[in-house]
């Protein structure tokens, strides 16, 4: 079973940055970020395949980057430049065998 398991998050200065990482069993096809802030519907921040393609939220070009390291079935989140709208519970997504597993998710708090 594929059980996405996520660490870093915290609080952070608007301007700051933060990396977030999770680890998924099984080499997942796709591994991603998805946040949900209060009162909004979880959004897609991030994501990016085995072979590399990825895939990014228009409001994070340029200051996000994820990449992956396939050896641990890990993927990581570089977050730069954060802005408070950044706020969220963030989660990790791993899609294997048409399947969708989620993580249990992580804080990010953008504040002064």
């Known amino acids: 079973q594929v059980v996405p398991v996520e660490s870093g998050g915290g609080l952070v200065q608007p301007g700051g940055s933060l990396r977030l990482s999770c680890a998924a069993s099984?080499?997942?096809?796709?591994m991603g970020w998805y946040r949900q802030a209060p009162g909004k519907q979880r959004e897609l921040v991030a994501t990016i395949t085995s072979a590399g393609v990825t895939i990014y939220a228009d409001s994070v070009k340029g200051r996000f980057t994820i990449w992956r390291d396939n050896a641990k079935n890990t993927v990581y989140l570089q977050m730069n430049s954060l802005k408070p709208e950044d706020s969220a519970v963030y989660y990790c997504?791993?899609?294997?065998?048409?399947?969708?597993?989620w993580g249990q998710g992580t804080q990010v708090t953008v504040s002064s």
């Open positions: 099984g080499n997942p096809f796709s």
């Open positions: 997504k791993a899609a294997l065998n048409s399947r969708a597993y």
